[in-house]
């Protein structure tokens, strides 16, 4: 199988990830925090090196750094953590349904007041709709760096500023841009969510949530965490406030390699590799008739994409493709926002390439997809 379907979690994974899973497994078996005995403490030092190396990837402080189950867990834990006593929360029209559905359900049950700025191709207007909706008691704007369906940059580092000028937290849904984009807190971002298993190549069952400690995030997870076990309430400090209970130490380990990888094989590199297999792609199948793409020639994109080809629907394009031997994710996306903003009511095929696929495999998807339209047209 060719796998296209990078966005939702990359695959291959680089060797050196690989081998930080086995090493984990073989040499850090103990409970990080949990005990002085040499097991333990290897594995608590295997932890906190990871810990710095994502630290100082995002330009933040270790103790800010905080390993979660996956970036919906961050973000989670980030939205009803700032929102926790109430208030009026933003949210962009093209979020993914980790931010959207607990924004929604927190609305739902009157525990605060929400509204969705639309999102357009032209930055100005974007950050201008999130502006209008700003008021007194606004207290946080959530917004992704990049679309999951189709992979439109949102103007985050405007939209930073915008929270700085009414001291509103800015929390950030880095699931598609890290790892591709080089995103750091000092951009104005107060808290970064993002996944451990996409760009940064970690295994499954990863996220970080990293902030700048300008706004308390009140827990919504209350347990051991190695540290003033004799309280009966939660420990204040980070990053023992936010992570209960034993820490995946094997997937943590292989964010800290996925990182290092990043750094030695350079993220521009990493980002022009997969732009490029982008445009062939476009570019190959530009003269087909009846293929549409979902971008805006005014906006700016990450390598995602998101297409459909009439007379199929996205779910039987995949399923074609997939008996062909190429993975690419069809229908919603778990983004309801985005495709209602998109006006695609049957949803998309999504073309996601990572810096391990090549141009003949593209070659090979695109030769495929024109053997659709003319089954279409036989």
């Known amino acids: 199988m060719t796998n296209f379907d990078n966005a939702a979690t990359t695959y291959p994974k680089p060797l050196s990830v690989r081998r930080a899973a086995i090493e984990a497994i073989r040499n850090y078996g103990g409970n990080a925090g949990r005990g002085g005995h040499e097991l333990a403490m290897r594995t608590s030092e295997a932890l906190y090196s990871a810990r710095e190396t994502a630290a100082a990837f995002f330009g933040a402080q270790p103790e800010n750094t905080i390993f979660t189950l996956n970036c919906t867990h961050a973000l989670n834990m980030a939205i009803q953590g700032i929102m926790k006593d109430g208030g009026h929360l933003i949210i962009s029209s093209m979020e993914h349904n980790s931010a959207a559905r607990p924004a929604f359900t927190l609305a739902a049950e009157k525990r605060i007041s929400l509204s969705v700025a639309e999102v357009f191709a032209d930055t100005e207007q974007t950050v201008e709709s999130f502006r209008r909706l700003i008021r007194s008691d606004t207290k946080a704007i959530v917004c992704t760096l990049a679309s999951n369906v189709t992979g439109q940059l949102l103007p985050y580092r405007e939209i930073a500023a915008l929270c700085r000028e009414y001291s509103i937290c800015f929390i950030a849904d880095g699931a598609q841009a890290c790892g591709i984009y080089d995103i750091k807190l000092d951009s104005g971002i107060n808290i970064l969510c993002t996944a451990g298993h996409k760009g940064l190549y970690g295994i499954t069952g990863t996220g970080l949530l990293i902030t700048d400690g300008s706004f308390p995030i009140s827990p919504i997870i209350q347990g051991g965490t190695g540290s003033d076990s004799l309280r009966l309430f939660q420990p204040d400090m980070l990053p023992d406030s936010l992570e209960s209970g034993t820490p995946n130490i094997i997937g943590t380990m292989t964010v800290g390699a996925g990182i290092r990888y990043i750094n030695s094989y350079g ?112």
């Open 267 to 378: 993220i521009d590199n990493i980002r022009s590799h997969e732009e490029k297999l982008c445009r062939l792609f476009i570019s190959e199948l530009k003269d087909t008739d009846g293929i549409t793409f979902y971008r805006d020639s005014k906006a700016e994109y990450a390598p995602i994409l998101s297409f459909n080809i009439d007379g199929f629907s996205s779910e039987e394009a995949a399923s074609f493709l997939a008996d062909k031997g190429f993975c690419l994710r069809a229908g919603y996306h778990c983004a309801a926002l985005a495709h209602a903003c998109l006006g695609t009511k049957n949803g998309t095929v999504r073309f996601a390439p990572s810096v391990f696929n090549t141009e003949t495999e593209v070659k090979n998807l695109v030769y495929f997809v024109k053997t659709m339209k003319n089954l279409q047209n036989s």
